[in-house]
């Protein structure tokens, strides 16, 4: 198949059927547009007093989290009234990331220069079956995101690794299809699921 040649509707509707190279057309594709829009938002407000290449790889991250929540109401829900509507609507998606960001930065009760802190009685690694309300567990995923993010960001591929951990467990997508979506073996990607999950009950929870 020739992924980029096929239109937008068709690859989101191969995306929603579960094919993983189609996943990776689509991060292809858009990735670099979510990041430019995040940045551009955030700018335009000020100048944050941190990395903000990996402010932006976050917002990236979360905005793909937005876009895999409700079991992709987003996507599924596309109104395709024209050939830029996936576009238009990873616009929304980026900007409405970042504008949270940017609101939450601005609280009095918030210091940019720090993180969340995740040493709360109860929190616990979310599982897929997690009876907590669907709101509550992708704020705790972002949250051992970042934490994790913190403990492996000298490690070669931390970046794609933070992106398995929140694909498994924000997304429901399994080993199996990460391991084609990344190109790993599938031992691999349990294996650095196993670690992370690890890693943030040493060190997040």
């Not at 000020?46 to 976050?58: E, K, N």
């Not at 979360?62 to 609507?89: M, P, Q, Y």
């Not at 705790?140 to 403990?151: G, Y």
Request: charged share 30%; net charge neutral; hydrophobic share 40%.
């Amino acid at each position: 198949m020739n992924w980029q040649e096929l239109p937008d509707q068709e690859l989101v509707e191969l995306c929603l059927e579960g094919d993983e190279d189609a996943w990776v057309e689509l991060l292809r594709r858009y990735r670099r547009l979510i990041a430019g829009v995040a940045a551009k938002t955030v700018l335009r407000s000020f100048r944050p007093a941190i990395s903000m290449v990996s402010l932006i790889q976050d917002l990236v991250q979360d905005s793909i989290t937005r876009i895999c929540v409700n079991d992709f109401r987003a996507l599924r829900e596309l109104e395709w009234r024209h050939d830029g509507a996936l576009k238009g609507l990873l616009q929304v998606i980026a900007s409405t990331t970042a504008q949270d960001w940017v609101r939450k930065s601005r609280s009095e009760k918030r210091d940019i220069t720090k993180e969340d802190s995740l040493e709360q009685e109860g929190l616990v690694v979310p599982a897929q079956e997690s009876p907590a309300p669907k709101v509550e567990q992708s704020i705790l995923l972002q949250q051992l995101a970042r934490c994790l993010k913190k403990v492996v960001q000298d490690e070669e591929d931390s970046t794609r690794d933070i992106a398995i951990f929140l694909l498994f467990y924000g997304c429901k997508i399994t080993a199996a299809d990460l391991s084609r979506l990344y190109k790993l073996n599938l031992k691999k990607v349990e294996n650095t699921l196993a670690r992370l999950g690890r890693l943030a009950r040493v060190h997040c929870l």
